[in-house]
Nanobody, 125 residues
Framework: VQLQAFGGGSVQAGGSLRLSCAAS????????MGWFRQAPGKEREFVAT????????YYADSVNGRFTISRDNAKNTVYLQMISLKPEDTGVYYC???????????????????WGQGTQVTVSS
């Protein structure tokens, strides 16, 4: 599967952005999906994940209550709605797809098989 993330940009603190990740290739609904981010000089970190049918969702503590992950299997797309953005949310955001039948551990990068190219999010104070 090929993933393409878009929707990043520059916003002021308190603003909102909606990221999208479009998938092509094999059946989108057979993958659980995740969003990760990497700030300058830091390691890539988990942001959110959603199971194949959307029934299970998990967030990093740092974004819980501000970010919402969702998916539309008919459109082969996963979304990340971000509100109340903070400067510390700045980074390159990556979407990823995992094909394992076991959703356990979906907060870890190693669980994912395919990655998008990333989209830059910059939040200014």
């Amino acid at each position: 599967v090929q993933l393409q993330a878009f929707g990043g940009g520059s916003v002021q603190a308190g603003g909102s952005l909606r990221l999208s990740c479009a998938a092509s290739g094999r059946t989108f609904s057979s993958y659980f999906m995740g969003w990760f981010r990497q700030a300058p000089g830091k390691e890539r970190e988990f942001v959110a994940t959603i199971s194949r049918n959307g029934g299970s969702i998990y967030y990093a503590d740092s974004v819980n209550g501000r970010f919402t992950i969702s998916r539309d299997n008919a459109k082969n797309t996963v979304y990340l709605q971000m509100i109340s953005l903070k400067p510390e949310d700045t980074g390159v955001y990556y979407c990823a797809a995992g094909r394992s039948r076991d959703y356990h551990g979906a907060c870890y990068e190693g669980k994912y098989n395919y990655w998008g190219q990333g989209t830059q999010v910059t939040v200014s104070s």
